[in-house]
């Protein structure tokens, strides 16, 4: 038994060990060729260093176009950030509720909540466009960010989370004690869900800032793009300018790190919250 049980650690040890070279290898081939200077992308090794060129690459990349790639920057933060709290804040209201609260058709709704998770978002952009244009937004910051604070898996995970870490007798003593329903929520059952919600917020938020698809449906300012949709846009201009493509590699690069930075600052918070739902 001692044997068998070694013998499946290794094996599942190995298995994520090439896994992760896997998940990991895109990133280091990111990393290599934001390093490079044009010349050398395609006459080196893709997998190896060559001539280190990476501060000059991030200049020419944030002083292209009189700087437009730091707009996009600054809109992607503004979909992200504020989209992603504005949608914690709406799935961890109805996630209690329906925690909380019996009523009838509860459970159908939740069913009906349960199927938005299994519709695509690319399905909703069009009728979203022509529901936006009749209302005389798209093209503007709400048409983007509107539709980025429902999140159907969000309602869902609040759901378990509120389950899980919000007692009902501590509900019970708070109207005891002549607080309301609005005031229960803020002050009793967020900061037991705190934890919890950060996952939450975590999947609102990389979920947004890589989104490609609506932003282009929505979009045709270059002042209103989020990076990933800059990003595609310089990638199609490559065939008469060349030099594009390594703003496009750096670009790449600088994107994926404010969601690095937040999955290390928030991955406490994260893995908590992951947990208390597993238990659940």
């Known amino acids: 038994m001692i044997r068998e049980s070694r013998a499946s650690r ?11 070279i896997y998940f990991l290898l895109p990133v280091y081939f990111l990393i290599v060729a934001a ?4 010349r050398d992308l395609a006459s080196t090794n893709g997998l190896a260093f060559s001539h280190f060129d990476l501060f000059s690459n991030l200049g020419t990349l944030f002083s292209r176009s009189d700087g437009i790639f730091v707009q996009w920057a600054l809109n992607s933060v503004i979909y992200a950030v504020l989209g992603a709290a504005v949608g914690t804040l709406i799935s961890a209201l109805c996630g209690y509720a329906l925690a909380k609260f019996t009523f009838r058709g509860r459970e159908f709704l939740f069913s009906v909540i349960l199927g938005g998770v299994l519709v695509p978002t690319t399905a909703l952009a069009l009728p979203l466009f022509l529901l936006f244009s009749a209302t005389g937004i798209v093209n503007t910051y709400l048409a983007v960010f509107l539709p980025s604070i429902v999140s159907p898996f969000g309602v869902y995970l609040a759901r378990i989370f509120a389950s899980a870490s919000v007692p009902e007798e501590i509900l019970e003593s708070a109207r005891l004690d002549g607080a309301g329903e609005f005031r229960t929520f803020f002050s009793v059952a967020i900061r037991l869900m705190a934890p919890s919600l950060v996952t939450i917020f975590l999947f609102q938020f990389v979920a947004i800032w890589n989104n490609f698809f609506l932003p282009m449906v929505m979009l045709q300012k270059e002042s209103l793009f989020p990076i990933t949709l800059g990003l595609y846009e310089w990638n199609g201009q490559t065939a008469r300018a060349p030099l594009l493509q390594e703003s496009v590699i750096t670009g790449s690069l600088v994107s ?17 919250g992951l947990a208390s739902g597993a238990l659940k």
């Open 256 to 272: 994926i790190v404010p969601v690095i930075i937040l999955f290390i600052l928030l991955q406490r918070f994260w893995r908590t």
């Open 10 to 20: 290794t094996a599942v040890m190995a298995l994520m060990f090439l896994l992760a």
């Open 35 to 38: 390093t490079k200077p044009q």
